[in-house]
């Protein structure tokens, strides 16, 4: 999974990134209703209070609230287990949807905190078909460089979720979608789950230590 982490780690980049604000605004639901998420992280990190490392907890519970009104996780794992996921039964489709989820949560919170301004974005359109959208997006880097990020989305009742963000014309969802059928092919799926497992338990042990430093 190396590569797809990767993926995620540089959609963290973006992500922190798209928290610089700028450019032009680009009216529209699905594009209004995504900078009005990303301008409530921006207030967390904009507190002087909460970016401190005894609230680091209370940051992170905030920010991974956000990020489920942001992301469709079980959208993203049906979408990169792709074929494998009608082969799952509702209790192992549940499982893996929380595991990925926590695993897409980890790097994205990761690379948010370490945000520190300096990028711009520019909302640059907007293309809806029924229930689907796409918000693109180029983000502007200090020096100058423009890379594009489209937001793929569908509308869950009044709501537009993410489903897919694409960097440089590359899926995310298609780069997990690789590494994950490789995984399952080469293996088992049972050994993805495992690997995932470890990740979550990884990120949670982290977690704890980082809670007991900033306790002393």
Do not use: C
């Amino acid at each position: 999974m190396a590569a797809s982490l990767r993926r995620w780690v540089v959609l963290g980049v973006v992500v922190a990134a798209v928290l610089a604000g700028g450019g032009p605004a680009w009216a529209g639901a699905p594009t209004d209703q995504l900078r009005a998420r990303i301008d409530r992280v921006l207030k967390i990190l904009d507190d002087a209070e909460l970016r401190q490392d005894a609230h680091a907890t209370e940051r992170r519970v905030i920010i991974r609230a956000i990020a489920y009104d942001t992301f469709d996780f079980r959208e993203i794992s049906q979408r990169s287990l792709a074929r494998h996921w009608q082969a799952r039964t509702p209790a192992e489709r549940e499982e893996f949807a929380q595991l990925f989820a926590d695993l897409l949560e980890r790097s994205y919170i990761g690379k948010i905190e370490m945000y520190s301004g300096g990028e711009r974005i520019q909302y640059v359109g907007e293309a809806v078909d029924g229930e689907q959208a796409v918000v693109r997006t180029k983000i502007v880097t200090r020096q100058g460089i423009e890379v594009p990020v489209d937001y793929r989305m569908h509308r869950i009742g009044d709501r537009w979720l993410v489903y897919d963000v694409a960097l440089e014309g590359v899926s995310l969802v298609a780069n997990y979608r690789a590494q994950f059928s490789k995984i399952i092919q080469t293996s088992s799926y049972g050994d993805l789950v495992a690997k995932l497992r470890a990740k979550k338990e990884e990120g949670q042990q982290a977690d704890t230590a980082a809670q007991n430093r900033a306790s002393k």
